[in-house]
Nanobody, 121 residues
């Protein structure tokens, strides 16, 4: 049974930082690509970062490049999204997801967490 649990969201001022965490069940740790997605009010779900099972292939989207970093700690079954220099347009519900392929397409991911809200003012 795959479970993903996000944490670390909150409210910050522009220019601030947050680190999101996604704890996954053991099966996900070894077999799946992990992705971070976000969805703002009235917007489509957008890929923010993806990382392969080994952690050697990590990519963030152009919209957050230079500000966000995705990483994973296999030993802790945790995937992180470090978010620096936050902007109001980063305000969204952030979700982690697990799937067989590292892609920006959310429909490819099989498992999703419940989401954690990030608000930047």
């Amino acid at each position: 049974h795959v479970q993903l649990v996000e944490s670390g969201g909150g409210s910050v001022q522009a220019g601030g930082s947050l680190r999101l965490s996604c704890v996954a069940s053991q099966y996900v740790r070894t077999a799946f690509c992990m992705g971070w997605f976000r969805q703002g009010p009235g917007k489509e779900r957008e890929g923010v970062g993806v990382i392969n099972p080994g952690g050697s292939g990590a990519h963030v989207s152009d919209s957050v490049k230079g500000r966000f970093t995705i990483s994973r700690d296999k030993g802790k079954s945790t995937t992180y999204l470090q978010m620096n220099s936050l902007k109001p347009e980063d305000t969204a519900m952030y979700y982690c997801a697990a799937g067989p392929f590292c892609t920006w397409r959310p429909d490819v991911y099989d498992y999703w967490g419940q989401g954690t809200q990030v608000t930047v003012s």
